[in-house]
T-cell receptor, first 115, second 112 residues
Framework: DTGVSQNPRHKITKRGQNVTFRCDPISEHNRLYWYRQTLGQGPEFLTY????????KSRLLSDRFSAERPKGSFSTLEIQRTEQGDSAMYLCASSASGGGRYEQYFGPGTRLTVT | GENVEQHPSTLSVQEGDSAVIKCTYSDSASNYFPWYKQELGKGPQLIIDIRSNVGEKKDQRIAVTLNKTAKHFSLHITETQPEDSAVYFCAASRNYGQNFVFGPGTRLSVLP
């Protein structure tokens, strides 16, 4: 049973560049979540998908952020015109739905540094 | 919206002692409360969770208690070991397991 995987693990980019991260959830999970975690803080919810449908977005998800899950399997998170304030760990989690299962399992995260 | 507070922010205990971390939440509609352990450079790992229809849950050395009236829940770790050293996060969720609101974390150090 493979867990949630995220790529890349680290990304350094210059301010103004676009970046894209990928998340592969646990294979039988139909829900996928994106969170952002800054140093010394707990993760903050960004958005979540059930299958390919994006069901909820946080106010933290500005217009420069977009997430997709085109076939209900892997997901991508793109940040356009990066700013220094975007520097953070971006975490992906997945869960099953129904059957009384609510646990979210997290990947290792992608650490973004904007210089 | 939901707000989760967590105390203490840091906790040091001697190996073999117990550790208790407390969280309070603001939204009385929250019904699912997981706890995560995060080691340096890794993603959060689920260690235990509790639902609003249960007052206490135990898994070996780890237990969680929930007081819905007071809107607080606590993590108890007994017989602590050096490998328990990590940052622990509590979280709360409405709608059983959709977007979580996390507390700010507690850094636990277990001293040998």
């Amino acid at each position: 049973d493979t867990g949630v995987s995220q790529n890349p693990r680290h990304k350094i980019t210059k301010r103004g560049q676009n970046v894209t991260f990928r998340c592969d959830p646990i294979s039988e999970h139909n829900r996928l979540y994106w969170y952002r975690q800054t140093l010394g803080q707990g993760p903050e919810f960004l958005t979540y998908f059930q299958n390919e449908a994006q069901l909820e977005k946080s106010r933290l998800l500005s217009d420069r952020f977009s997430a997709e899950r085109p076939k209900g399997s892997f997901s991508t998170l793109e940040i356009q015109r990066t700013e220094q304030g975007d520097s953070a760990m971006y975490l992906c989690a997945s869960s099953a739905s129904g059957g009384g299962r609510y646990e979210q399992y997290f990947g290792p995260g992608t650490r973004l540094t904007v210089t | 919206g939901e707000n989760v507070e967590q105390h203490p922010s840091t906790l040091s205990v001697q190996e073999g002692d117990s550790a208790v971390i407390k969280c309070t939440y603001s939204d009385s509609a929250s019904n699912y409360f997981p706890w995560y352990k995060q080691e340096l450079g890794k993603g959060p790992q689920l260690i235990i969770d509790i639902r609003s229809n249960v007052g206490e849950k135990k898994d070996q050395r780890i237990a969680v208690t929930l007081n819905k009236t007071a809107k607080h829940f606590s993590l108890h770790i007994t017989e602590t070991q050096p490998e328990d050293s990590a940052v622990y996060f509590c979280a709360a969720s409405r709608n059983y397991g959709q977007n979580f609101v996390f507390g700010p974390g507690t850094r636990l150090s277990v001293l040998p």
